[in-house]
């Protein structure tokens, strides 16, 4: 046990037995009891001094058979027949220690067996009160620190699964991203240069958002247009790029790399399969409390819907890890001609 909880613990003991001396000298007092001060102060110094010492006897007991651990169906028949026992012993502590010290008791012309019951009975209007308030304190510290450790231990977990998504995620981008400069490198050297220029810039920004949770939208939206300039490097006139952004949403958090992930699955899935190549639109907008991006792109979802590619798995998964259960991502075909995949984050923010 901690220092600190130690040293509460003993305020606690002689706080409460002094004031339950102090409580029967107020009794003893309006009552007009025939009782002197002397014997009266030996009569509760004998109760504190045994309370303190059966229940502190009673508190080792409890954690050395872990009665603290049981559930309370099963630790609340323990503590009774525990309750019992440390009544009774204690009423023999004060009795003993009235005999052997001679001392004058208002119970001395009653037998030893009515004795023993009324120490009992009266040591128990004390004793139970101390067994409920230590076992139910300890309950209530073992369930909040059961919820906190499930907390942590559900904050480790999402840290992983995190980690687990984006070491799948930035491999696939980089793979596709080189060789779209390997197509470059025989056919326009100069080109080629440009486009290393670009993934230079988008490397670095990918390394620096790995640290993060969440980066702001303007800075993923810059990630995406170096990417798209290094793809219209390799598809020319066959890439259309059109943005549509509310500048109020630049400063909204986003998880790092999800935007320039669904924008390369419209290339690889969409542009790129089309002969004539397409349009990709990126907008960002507030629509009912969310913070809404959508990616529109030529062509036809062909099996994208069931998953294939690890980037549409990992955005769901990331949405809810980070946002939550309102945060929501669904991709669709529009028209027969388009795909539009949608992200809506709630404005308020991380959960």
Same mark, same amino acid.
């Given at each position: 046990m901690p220092k600190n909880s130690t040293k509460y613990y003993w305020w606690c003991q002689i706080g409460g037995w002094s004031s339950i001396a102090l409580i029967m000298i107020? $009794?003893? %007092?309006? %009552?007009?009891?025939?009782?002197?001060?002397?014997?009266?102060?030996?009569?509760? !110094?004998?109760? $504190?001094?045994? !309370?303190? #010492?059966i229940t502190h006897l009673f508190r080792l007991v409890i954690q050395k058979?872990?009665? #603290?651990?049981?559930?309370?169906?099963?630790?609340?028949?323990?503590? /009774?027949?525990?309750? #019992?026992? $440390?009544?009774?012993?204690n009423s023999l502590i004060r009795i003993g220690i009235v005999q052997f010290f001679n @001392?004058? %008791?208002?119970? *001395?012309?009653l037998d030893f067996a009515k004795r023993l019951l009324g120490n009992t009975l009266e040591t128990g209007f004390f004793i139970i009160p101390w067994t409920l308030i230590y076992y139910f304190y300890h309950y209530i510290e073992k369930s909040r620190k059961q919820q906190f450790d499930t907390l942590k231990l559900e904050a480790l977990v999402k840290e992983l699964e995190l980690k687990t998504i984006k070491s799948h995620i930035n491999p696939h981008f980089i793979f596709n991203a080189l060789n779209s400069i390997r197509a470059?490198?025989? &056919?326009?050297?100069? =080109?080629? =240069?440009?486009?290393?220029?670009?993934?230079?810039?988008? @490397? =670095?920004?990918?390394? *620096?958002a790995e640290k993060l949770e969440t980066v702001t939208f303007e800075k993923e939206l810059n990630i995406v247009k170096d990417y798209l300039a290094l793809e219209h490097i390799r598809f020319e006139d066959r890439l259309q790029i059109e943005y549509d952004i509310d500048e109020e949403t630049l400063s909204q958090p986003i998880p790092p790399m999800m935007l320039?992930?669904?924008v390369e699955n419209a290339i690889k899935h969409g542009i790129s399969k089309q002969v004539k190549g397409g349009h990709v639109k990126i907008i960002s907008d507030f629509r009912n409390q969310f913070h809404? #991006?959508?990616?529109?792109?030529?062509g036809r979802l062909n099996g994208v819907m069931n998953g294939d590619g690890f980037g549409l798995t990992s955005t769901r998964n990331r949405l809810q890890l980070v946002f939550g259960p309102k945060a929501?991502?669904?991709?669709?075909?529009?028209?027969? &001609?388009? $795909? &539009?995949? /949608?992200?809506?984050i709630p404005i308020e923010g991380a959960k």
């Open positions: 107020f $009794v003893a %007092s309006i %009552s007009d009891q025939k009782v002197t001060t002397a014997t009266l102060a030996q009569q509760l !110094g004998i109760i $504190v001094f045994s !309370g303190i #010492l058979l872990n009665w #603290l651990l049981l559930p309370i169906e099963k630790a609340l028949p323990k503590l /009774v027949i525990g309750v #019992l026992v $440390v009544c009774i012993v @001392l004058p %008791s208002s119970k *001395q012309k470059l490198i025989d &056919e326009n050297p100069n =080109r080629a =240069r440009n486009a290393i220029t670009e993934l230079s810039n988008i @490397l =670095r920004s990918s390394m *620096q320039q992930t669904l809404e #991006l959508v990616i529109q792109n030529t929501n991502f669904d991709i669709k075909e529009v028209n027969g &001609e388009m $795909v &539009e995949a /949608v992200v809506k």
